[in-house]
C-alpha cells in the first residue's frame, strides 16, 4: 500500500464516520440559526520561482460555512473547504488542500466559554510546495469582557503528521490576551504565547554523529502587540508586532556536533488593509516581514562548509486581492502575492510569485 492510498484509506474511514453527523447537523441547526453559505470559484493560476521554473494551473475552490443556535446563550459554527489545483503545462499534476473546522460558543454575562476543533491536510501536496499532511489542532478558553476591555487564556494545540518527512511535530501551548476597544473606530491588542513542541521523528545526535533515541523538544515564547480600526467608513486596518524565541535542543552534526541548531530568535510585523468605496468593489493588502537569528547555527558556504557566521534570515511578503460584483452573487476576482526570502547561506534563499484570476458564485 502506497502513501497516498494510506492516506486515502484514512480519509475515507473518518469521512464515513463524520458524515452522518453534518449531515444531522445541516438538517437541524441552520434552522434555529444562520442560512448557510455556499462559494464556489474557478481560476487560472500562474506560478514563478526561484529556480526559473513556472507553472501554469487550473483552480477549482469550495467553501461551505454556517452559524446555528443551540440556546438562547450557546451557538455552533462549522466551516468547511476544499481546493484542486491542476498544472496543464509540462509534468501535470493534481495538487489539494482541504480545511475543516467546528466553534462552539456559551456566553454568560460575565463573558464566554469557546471551544474549536479543526482539521486541514492535503493527499497529494500543494501547489506552493507543501508536502503531503495532516493536522488535527484544537483549542478551548475563556474570554471575560467590562465594558471596553476583554480578556482571555487559551489552551490550543495540534499534531502535524507529514508522511514524507520526519519534521511530525506535537504542539501545546498557552495564550493570555488583553484587547481594548476605546471606540468604533480604534483597538489595541497585547498577546502573551508559552508552549511546547515534541518532534516525534526528530533524533538527537551524539558526538560521534551517531541517531539516538531522545527526541527533539522546543520551548517557544513570545509577545505580540497589535492595533486595528476604522478610517472613515470604508477603509479598515490592522497591524501586529511580535519578537519570541524558540528555544531548541536539536542538533546536526557536520564535520562536528553543533547544538542547539535549531533555536532562534525572530521578530515579525504584519499589516493588513481593506478598501471598499463602493458594495460592488473591494480591495485587500496584506504584508509581512519576518527576521530570524539563530542563537547557534552557522551558515553554510556554496561548498557546504561552515562560514563561522551564524545564520541570519529575513523574509517579507505582499499579498494583493480585488474583486468586482454586479450582484452580491458573481464576483470576478483578481489575487497577487510574491515573497522572497534572503539568507546569508545560499540553500536558505528563494523567491516566488503567484497570479491568479478568476470567478467566485455565493448561493
Given at each position: ?22 449531515l444531522v447537523l445541516a438538517v437541524r441547526l441552520p ?34 460555512s454556517w452559524r446555528s443556535l443551540l440556546a438562547e ?253 454586479p450582484n452580491d452573487r458573481l464576483f470576478l476576482v ?30
Amino acid at each position: 500500500m502506497d502513501l497516498l492510498e494510506k492516506m486515502l484509506t484514512c480519509s475515507r474511514k473518518w469521512f464515513r464516520w463524520i458524515l452522518p453527523f453534518l449531515l444531522v447537523l445541516a438538517v437541524r441547526l441552520p434552522v434555529h440559526g444562520y442560512a448557510p453559505a455556499l462559494i464556489l470559484g474557478a481560476y487560472g493560476e500562474g506560478l514563478l520561482t526561484a529556480d526559473g521554473s513556472g507553472e501554469a494551473a487550473l483552480r477549482v475552490s469550495g467553501l461551505l460555512s454556517w452559524r446555528s443556535l443551540l440556546a438562547e446563550r450557546a451557538s455552533l459554527a462549522f466551516y468547511a473547504s476544499s481546493v484542486l489545483d491542476r498544472t496543464i503545462v509540462d509534468n501535470r499534476q493534481l495538487y489539494d488542500s482541504h480545511t475543516l473546522s467546528i466553534d462552539a460558543l456559551i456566553r454568560s454575562p460575565a463573558g464566554l466559554l469557546f471551544g474549536q476543533s479543526g482539521l486541514s491536510g492535503s493527499l497529494t501536496g500543494t501547489l506552493e510546495g507543501q508536502s503531503p499532511y495532516l493536522r488535527p489542532d484544537w483549542r478551548i478558553g475563556y474570554e471575560g469582557y467590562r465594558e471596553n476591555l476583554r480578556a482571555s487564556v487559551t489552551y490550543r494545540g495540534y499534531y502535524l503528521n507529514q508522511p514524507e518527512t520526519n519534521e511530525d511535530s506535537l504542539f501545546q501551548g498557552f495564550t493570555l490576551a488583553l484587547e481594548a476597544h476605546p471606540s468604533i473606530r480604534i483597538r489595541y491588542g497585547v498577546e502573551i504565547l508559552g508552549g511546547w513542541e515534541r518532534w516525534t521523528e526528530w533524533f538527537l545526535y551524539d558526538a560521534v554523529g551517531g541517531e539516538t533515541d531522545e527526541k527533539r523538544d522546543d520551548v517557544l515564547g513570545s509577545l505580540k502587540l497589535s492595533a486595528g480600526g476604522m478610517i472613515g467608513y470604508f477603509h479598515d486596518w490592522t497591524i501586529a508586532a511580535e519578537g519570541g524565541v524558540r528555544w531548541s535542543d536539536a542538533n546536526r552534526f557536520l564535520s562536528s556536533l553543533e547544538e542547539g541548531s535549531e533555536s532562534v530568535l525572530f521578530f515579525a510585523v504584519n499589516a493588513d488593509w481593506a478598501w471598499s468605496p463602493h458594495r460592488q468593489v473591494s480591495l485587500e493588502i496584506g504584508t509581512f516581514a519576518r527576521q530570524d537569528l539563530y542563537i547557534m547555527r552557522d551558515a553554510l558556504t556554496e561548498l557546504g562548509a561552515l562560514s563561522g557566521d551564524a545564520l541570519r534570515v529575513f523574509s517579507a511578503g505582499a499579498d494583493l486581492r480585488g474583486d468586482w460584483t454586479p450582484n452580491d452573487r458573481l464576483f470576478l476576482v483578481l489575487e497577487v502575492s510574491a515573497s522572497r526570502r534572503f539568507a546569508n547561506e545560499p540553500g536558505e534563499s528563494w523567491w516566488n510569485c503567484l497570479g491568479r484570476a478568476g470567478i467566485e458564485y455565493s448561493f
